[in-house]
T-cell receptor, first 112, second 107 residues
Framework: NAGVTQTPKFQVLKTGQSMTLQCAQD?????MYWYRQDPGMGLRLIYY???????DKGEVPNGYNVSRLNKREFSLRLESAAPSQTSVYFC???????????FGPGTRLLVL | GNSVTQMEGPVTLSEEAFLTINCTYT??????LFWYVQYPGEGLQLLLK?????DKGSNKGFEATYRKETTSFHLEKGSVQVSDSAVYFC??????FGTGTRLKVLA
């Protein structure tokens, strides 16, 4: 049972480049989330999807877009990367909102 | 609005010492409360949770009691081990996390 998987594990980008972070879960969960983790800031929610077909902004959505491709997959896109987006990105899923979240291993992104 | 405040770290303890990590919250209604743990190089994983006032969550020797009168959900463990070294996050409802408290346990 894989749980929540994320790709890639590590990525280096130049300022202005674009990329998509992939996330998939095999637990038949309805809700999915994208967070970024920065030193001293804890986890901050970027976007979430309460159920298939819906997405909503979190605390720090600027510079990001998301797609809930199907029930399993939830991708995060950076259209024009900036150094301020250097962070560790975590995807999570849960049965529903306010339920226990299950996290992926993270993607470490460095923007030069 | 909804928010979580937890004590800043790092917290350094000797093995078998007593641990308390404070967490207080601001919210309307009766939100679910969680403690997550993050081991080095990994994602977060649920440690324990409580869904209503006076509930006590427990797991792996850790405990936390949902205190509505003090809006708190402090994490405690009677005797820590080196393997408990990690970052601990208090969380409120679906996606409101504290800033994390790093715990280091020395042998």
């Amino acid at each position: 049972n894989a749980g929540v998987t994320q790709t890639p594990k590590f990525q280096v980008l130049k300022t202005g480049q674009s990329m998509t972070l992939q996330c998939a879960q095999d637990m038949n969960h309805n809700s999915m989330y994208w967070y970024r983790q920065d030193p001293g800031m804890g986890l901050r929610l970027i976007y979430y999807s309460a159920s298939e077909g819906t997405t909503d902004k979190g605390e720090v959505p600027n510079g990001y877009n998301v797609s809930r491709l199907n029930k399993r997959e939830f991708s995060l896109r950076l259209e024009s990367a900036a150094p301020s987006q250097t962070s560790v990105y975590f995807c999570a899923s849960s049965v529903g909102l306010a339920e226990t979240q299950y996290f992926g291993p993270g993607t470490r992104l460095l923007v030069l | 609005g909804n928010s979580v405040t937890q004590m800043e770290g790092p917290v350094t303890l000797s093995e078998e010492a007593f641990l308390t990590i404070n967490c207080t919250y601001t919210a309307t209604g009766y939100p679910s409360l969680f403690w997550y743990v993050q081991y080095p190089g990994e994602g977060l994983q649920l440690l324990l949770k409580a869904t209503k006032a006076d509930d006590k969550g427990s797991n792996k020797g850790f405990e936390a009691t949902y205190r509505k009168e003090t809006t708190s959900f402090h994490l405690e463990k009677g005797s820590v081990q080196v393997s408990d070294s990690a970052v601990y996050f208090c969380a409120l409802r679906e996606y409101i996390f504290g800033t994390g408290t790093r715990l280091k346990v020395l042998a």
